[in-house]
C-alpha cells in the first residue's frame, strides 16, 4: 500500500509498505480523510532527526472498517474514527488506580514518531479497538476527522470553568485557537479577545463569530490595548495556543491577578519564560495535552447533533503525492489556510 513517510527536514516521501495485517484483535480501516495537524507540522520540521525520520503521521482521520478484528459491533464498510492515542498501559500509578485516561504512556500514540504506531497518511491504518468509534450517519468524513483537534480545546475549556460573565483572550488563530475562541463562546464567556499575527485566521474567527474582538500580535501598543480591553483589570482567562515565547510572556502582562492561564501550544524547543510576572500576578499556569476518552465522545455527540459546527474550519483537500505543497502552505505566515484534509480515492 502506498504511505507517505518522513523522509528528512521538510521531506514526504510516498512509499510502498505493508498493509496492517489482521490479528482477529486490532480493526483495520482504509483511510479516507485524514487532517494534518499542527504537531504534524513539527514533525515536518525535525524530519531528519533519529525521532522522527520515518514516522508515517496522521491521527486525525475517517476512514471504513476492512477488518473489524474483535469489534462484534463493526462490520466491514462501517465508518469510524479513532481515539489516536494508546490504551493504557496497565504499569503506570493512574493505571494502577483504574484512571486510565492519565495513563503517563498514552502519549506513545499513533504517528506521532518513528518508533510509535505508523498513523493514517497510509491507505490502511490499524487501531486498537478499544479506541474506534463508528461515526453517525448525521457527520461528514470532515467533522469526524476534527473531533480530534477539537477535543483538546473543549477539554481546556471545560476544565478551567469558563462561564458567562468571564473575559477570555486567547492567543493564535490556528485550529487550536479557534476552537479554544469557539469553546469559550459555547460556554458563555460574555467576551472572548483573540491576538493574531496572521490577518486572514484572525478576521476569519471575527467573521464566525467566534470573537468578539482582533488584535494584530504585531501591534506595538498591543499589551496597552489588550489591558483596556479588559477594563484595565487583565482577563480572567489566557489560552495560549502558539507555542512560542512572546505570546506566552504577552499571556501573563494581559491577564488579572490569580488568572488562570492555559499553555496549550506545542513548543518543539525550550522558550524563556519571565517568571517574575507570573510571581507577581500569581498567575495560575496549567499546560494541557490532550482529552479523556469521554471527553473526546462528548465532543462527538455534540458535533453529530450539530449543536457545535467544526465544519467552518475545513480548508481544503490534497492527496498523498502533493502533501510536501500543503504542509508548505499551512507552514507560511500568510496562509489562508486552517484545517487540510488528505482526500484518500473513495471506491
Not at 474582538?213 to 502558539?242: H, I, M, Q, R, W
Request: hydrophobic content about 40%; charged content about 25%.
Amino acid at each position: 500500500m502506498k504511505a507517505a513517510v518522513v523522509a528528512g527536514a521538510k521531506n514526504i516521501e510516498v512509499q510502498e509498505i505493508n498493509k496492517p495485517v489482521s490479528d482477529g484483535k486490532n480493526v483495520i480501516v482504509k483511510s479516507q480523510t485524514v487532517g494534518i495537524c499542527g504537531g504534524d507540522i513539527h514533525v515536518w520540521e525535525l524530519g531528519d532527526t533519529p525521532t522522527y525520520k520515518g514516522t508515517i503521521m496522521g491521527h486525525e482521520h475517517a476512514g471504513v472498517v476492512v477488518d473489524p478484528g474483535a469489534r462484534t459491533d463493526l462490520k466491514a464498510g462501517d465508518r469510524v474514527t479513532t481515539i489516536p492515542v494508546s490504551v493504557g498501559c496497565g504499569m503506570c500509578t493512574a493505571c494502577l488506580e483504574h484512571r486510565y485516561d492519565e495513563c503517563t504512556n498514552r502519549i506513545t500514540g499513533m504517528g506521532l514518531s518513528a518508533a510509535g504506531l505508523p498513523g493514517s497518511y497510509a491507505e490502511y491504518f490499524s487501531a486498537d479497538p478499544q479506541l474506534v468509534r463508528k461515526i453517525p450517519d448525521t457527520m461528514t468524513n470532515e467533522e469526524a476527522a476534527m473531533i480530534e483537534p477539537c477535543a483538546t480545546p473543549y477539554s481546556v475549556v471545560k476544565d478551567m470553568g469558563i462561564k458567562r460573565g468571564d473575559k477570555v483572550l486567547v492567543f493564535g488563530g490556528g485550529i487550536i485557537g479557534s476552537f479554544s475562541a469557539q469553546w469559550s463562546k459555547y460556554f458563555g464567556a460574555d467576551y472572548v479577545a483573540m491576538v493574531e499575527v496572521n490577518e486572514y485566521r484572525g478576521k476569519k474567527n471575527l467573521d464566525e463569530g467566534n470573537i468578539d474582538e482582533l488584535f494584530d500580535g504585531k501591534d506595538p501598543d498591543l499589551l496597552k490595548k489588550l489591558l483596556k480591553a479588559s477594563g484595565g483589570k487583565g482577563f480572567d482567562y489566557v489560552l495560549e495556543c502558539t507555542g512560542h515565547a512572546e505570546p506566552l510572556n504577552m499571556a501573563m502582562m494581559a491577564s488579572k491577578m490569580y488568572a488562570r492561564i492555559a499553555i496549550i501550544g506545542v513548543a518543539v524547543k525550550p522558550i524563556p519564560f519571565n517568571n517574575i510576572v507570573a510571581l507577581f500576578k500569581r498567575a495560575r499556569l496549567q499546560a494541557y495535552l490532550g482529552y479523556t476518552n469521554a471527553e473526546f465522545d462528548e465532543v462527538m455527540k455534540l458535533v453529530a447533533e450539530k449543536k457545535f459546527d467544526v465544519s467552518r474550519h475545513y480548508s481544503g483537500g490534497c492527496t498523498l503525492e502533493t502533501l510536501n505543497e500543503a504542509f508548505e502552505e499551512l507552514h507560511s505566515p500568510t496562509s489562508h489556510k486552517v484545517k487540510m484534509m488528505i482526500q484518500f480515492p473513495r471506491d
